[in-house]
Every structure is written in C-alpha cells, then in structure tokens.
C-alpha cells in the first residue's frame, strides 16, 4: 500500500507544478520593514480570538451572532487577506494597500477581482468604524453580509496593524525571469528513490522551462472595461530547482534549513523525500510560510490536518492504518475478528501507524495485540513475531 501511495505522488506532481503557477499573484508573504506583525491582530483575524482570550463575536441584523472562529475574518476574506468571490457576493481585499491606496485606480497593486479602488482611503478611524458599524470610508452602508464587531480601541489597533502587515510586496524566490523551488532530501532517504524522485522532476523543470510562452513583461490584450487592466502583464519565468540535502541528525536540520532558505530565497518546497521524520521540514516551511507541495513521506506530521503550508499527496501509514480498520470491521457478518495482532518495528513509520490502529480498533471493541520487532533486528524477526 505504501509503495501504491508513492508512485501515486510522483504522478501528480505535474498538476501540483502546474497550479503553482497561478498562485503567484496571490501569495505575498515576506512583511515589508515597517509592517510589525501583531499576534494579538493576527488571532483576532484567524482565530476569532481577543486580545483578553475571550471569543471575537460577529453580528448582524436579523441573524444570530457568531462567536469565535466562526466569525474570524479569515473565513470571508481568506487568510491572505486578498478575499474571494463566490457566486454573485464579493469578498474585498482588505490588506493595508487596499484599504489605504490613494484613489489613483490601483493600477500599480495586482489585479484583484472584488477590490474596491475607487472609493476614498480609509483612515485608521473610518476603518474602525466600518468594522463596527459597518459604514464605509465615504459613509455609504457596508453589505448586511459583512457583520459587525464591537472591538475595544486596543483590539482594534492590533488588528488594523494585522491588516496591514499582510501587505508584502517582496515574495521570495521569485524575480521578473526566474522562480526558485526547492526539493528537500533527508539524510535517510532511500537511495533509489530519490533517484526516482529527482529523475522526474529534473525532467519536468526541463521541459517546463524547453517551452516558454511568449516573452515577460507584455502588458495583456484586455476588453479594457475595469481599471485593473493596467496592472495584468504577462510573465514567463524561468523555473529553477534547488536540491536542499540535509546531514546529521534531525536536530541540526531547522538551522541548515534557514541558512539554505537566506542564501537561496525559494518561493515553494516542491516534492522531496524523507526517511522516517519530516517533521523538521514542516516546521520549518510553516514558520517561514513557503508552500511545501507533496512531499514523499510516508509518516506525514502528527498535526498534518492542520498544517497551513504543507499539502501532502496522502496520510501516508496513519491513511493506512484508517483503511485497515475500516477493512477489519467491515468484514462480512460472522467473520469479524474479535482479536488482531498488529507486528511492528521499533522506531520505525509503522509505530505511529500502529498507535492510531490500536486506538481505533479499541475503540470499536475489537481486542488488539501488539508484538514489536526490536529496531535493527533482521526479517525474519517480522516473521516471528507473526507466529507467536
Ligand atoms: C461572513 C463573512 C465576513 C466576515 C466574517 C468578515 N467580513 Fe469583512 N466583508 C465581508 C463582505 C461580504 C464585505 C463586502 C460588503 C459590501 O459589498 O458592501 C466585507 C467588507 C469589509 C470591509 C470593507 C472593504 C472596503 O474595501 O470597503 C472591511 C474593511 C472588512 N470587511 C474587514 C473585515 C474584518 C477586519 C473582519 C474580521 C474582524 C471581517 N471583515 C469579517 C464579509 C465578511
């Protein structure tokens, strides 16, 4: 089954190369000096959570109020901040350049669909009252889809500081002509897989780059009929693949991982493959916030379902273990096991596997059995241990 999952992710690679390009326009993420980030701002936006730690409250006339994370601001206007249009309603953009652009037409900011960039800037003030009262920077009523927060002055302040410091004009690895990637390999990696790994990418990044479409810097042919047109230009950027080997223990890699990221600035992690812990590689891509797409990892990080950054391929063993349970108990009437023996190896990606099993059986009244293989210790100990 792992090894199905694998091949499976060096066939979707392609698609993954291909969409990350269309996410260049919206995927601005180094602050600007100047733009202090605020945590406190920061919860407000994404968690619905105060400053005091109590739950952020959103109302609006005639509905309930929600509370929390359900009425973060993030749910509406994504995390980026940029927005998001969904059917016939308009989520604006609602980073600092947005709010605060002077009423030039915005042809200097990228094309955003939903951005209001005629109606005067907003001041700190009438962006707390919009916020508020739902009124905005002329005094014209906000959409009763936009509900209203009663923040105090503090919370405010922090989250109009959170707003603008999602304005990032510099995205790294990225140029005019060039974007960069980079594939991380761990020192336990499998040989021949890497091999595998690399000899695709390499040969996609070729292809890629054998092909290029049209020359950058054109402004685009449009119908003309909204004032963002003057800020669409074609680009054609070369793709560029770092390959980021790790040494030593797992420990050193968060720092050889940040020198890598200073001397090479790369706009994604792209694939690459681990042994049994890619956990310092998640880590690492969340507190820098570069994409990590489809890793080749059969141990996916305990908190995958909640990682931002990070977007595996599949749950890897833990997605195995949930199959085999469903396997096991789904078996047809009278031949459920009342007992299973689950054999795993020390130290190695079944343990976690086998913890999630175990608790999932368990919890469904089946008995569970575990035999453990001691790390290092040759095959036909599985074997074995199989037959006790
Ligand atoms: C349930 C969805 C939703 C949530 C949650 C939400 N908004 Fe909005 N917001 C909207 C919609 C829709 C509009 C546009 C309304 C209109 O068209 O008049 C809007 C408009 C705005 C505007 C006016 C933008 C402009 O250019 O005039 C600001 C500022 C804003 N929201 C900030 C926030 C902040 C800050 C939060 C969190 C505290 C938040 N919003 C939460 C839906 C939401």
Known sequence: MARRARSLTLGVLVLVLAGAN????????????????SPVGEAIYLKGVLGSGAPLTATRAGAEPVTGEQAACVNCHRRSGLGSQEARSSFPPVTGQFLFHPQ??????????????????????????AIREGVDAEGRPIS??????????????????????????????????ELHFASIITPDADPVKRRGMMDVLEHFFQ???????GASGQQMITSGATDSVRSMFKVNR??????????????TWAEQLDKKFAETPVFAVISGIAGKNWVPVTDFCERR????????????????????????????????A?????????????GNPKRVRVVYRAGDIGEAATVSLTAQLRARGVGVVTRVVPRGAPAKAVTEAKQI
């Open 22 to 37: 269309s996410s260049l326009v919206a995927k601005p993420r180094v602050p600007e000096p100047g733009s202090a980030k």
């Open 104 to 129: 030039t037409g915005g042809a200097e900011l990228p094309f955003i669909p939903g951005a209001r960039l005629k109606r005067q800037p907003y001041t700190d003030s009438t962006l707390a009252r």
């Open 144 to 177: 009763y889809l936009m509900p209203r927060f009663a923040l105090d002055d503090t919370d405010m302040s922090a989250l109009i500081a959170h707003l603008r410091s999602l304005d990032h004009n510099k995205v790294p690895g990225v140029s005019m002509s």
């Open 207 to 213: 292809d890629r780059n054998a092909a290029p479409r």
């Open 238 to 251: 070369r793709w560029v693949l770092h390959v980021w080997e790790l040494t030593g223990p797992s420990a």
């Open 289 to 320: 916030e570069v994409p990590c797409l489809f890793p080749n990892v059969e141990l996916p990080a305990a908190d995958a379902d909640h990682t931002f950054h990070t977007l595996y391929c599949s749950r890897g063993v833990l997605l195995e």
């Open 322 to 334: 949930d199959l085999i349970t469903a396997g096991i108990l789904n078996e047809p009437a009278g």
